[in-house]
């Protein structure tokens, strides 16, 4: 239906759009629904969803996702929002920032890392967030001040 007027609500946990295997595609890619790459892209990647790059797929691109799972070849940069997978048959050459990275043994990973980090509870607790030991260790030892040492 092109041309209507009615827009379509897309899910971004859906994989909307695949490429395949005896694809290759050149040119900034931007999606609002996950993605799957079973071929070969040149350009750089926007997704508002998942990101799957297959075993046999061969990327060089800077991507931006929600979750990224790599089991073939990227050359380029990740940032997401979540977590990023490094299968057994992955390799990435690339700086990433992502708030979990999981490395499969067997998946090489070759940049430089930074993870996000959750902000500190202000009632002293850590509430299942991820903080830095030297900040856990001062914020302890600020706490067994205020009680009296005990």
């Known amino acids: ?3 209507s007027s009615k ?6 946990k859906t994989t909307d759009t695949l490429i395949g295997g005896s694809t290759i595609c050149e040119g900034k890619i931007m999606s609002e629904a996950s993605l799957r790459i079973e071929g070969q892209l040149n350009g750089d990647i926007e997704c508002a969803g998942d990101i799957t ?3 046999n797929a061969v990327v060089q691109s800077n991507i931006q996702a929600r979750d990224v799972i790599i089991a073939g070849k990227v050359k380029g940069n990740v940032h997401t929002k979540g977590k990023l997978i490094v299968t057994s048959s992955g390799v990435l050459v690339g700086n990433i920032d992502v708030r979990s990275f999981i490395i499969q043994e067997g998946g090489i990973f070759q ?3 930074a993870m996000q980090i959750a902000a500190v ?6 509430n299942g967030k991820v903080i830095d030991a030297k900040a856990h260790k001062q914020q302890k030892n600020e706490q067994q001040a205020a009680s009296g040492g005990n």
Not at 7 to 12: G, L, T, V
Not at 121 to 126: C, E, L, M, T
């Open 1 to 3: 239906m092109l041309g």
């Open 53 to 55: 790059i297959g075993e």
């Open 111 to 113: 940049g430089s890392s």
């Open 121 to 126: 509870s202000d009632k002293g607790g850590s």
């Open 7 to 12: 827009s379509k609500r897309i899910d971004a």
